[in-house]
């Protein structure tokens, strides 16, 4: 069984910053690429920012010079920096994992189950 579980979310002040981290376990054969996407209250679910296991990233134009990712692919894991935080950074931010299961062919997409990031003074 895969899971993913997501640490670091909580309440910033503007312009502050927290570092978001995703661990992926179970029988993991390989992932592909890992990302980050985020629901605030009332609106659709949008991507963040996103990476391959090659290392290359893109992001939202909203978030472009404000947060990196990295992932570590020894560890199964995915990280996102975010500086500059802004009031409409607020929402629960979910990772997600492109992920081929151990002695399954094809990719699934799977889910963190959400950590909420409040921008606030």
């Known amino acids: 069984q895969v899971q993913l579980v997501e640490s670091g979310g909580g309440l910033v002040q503007p312009g502050g910053s927290l570092r978001l981290s995703c661990a992926a376990s179970?029988?993991?054969?390989?992932?592909?690429?890992m990302g980050w996407y985020r629901q605030a209250s009332g609106k659709q679910r949008e991507l963040v920012a996103a990476?391959?296991?090659?290392?290359?990233?893109n992001f939202a134009d909203s978030v472009k010079g404000r947060f990196t990712i990295s992932r570590d692919n020894a560890k199964n894991t995915v990280n996102l920096q975010m500086n500059s935080l802004k009031p409409e950074d607020t929402a629960v931010y979910y990772c997600?994992?492109?992920?081929?299961?151990?002695?399954?062919?094809?990719?699934?997409?799977?889910w963190g189950q959400g950590t909420q990031v409040t921008v606030s003074s």
């Open positions: 990476i391959t296991s090659g290392g290359i990233a």
């Open positions: 997600n994992a492109q992920i081929i299961p151990v002695g399954v062919w094809t990719s699934n997409n799977y």
């Open positions: 179970g029988s993991i054969f390989s992932i592909r690429a």
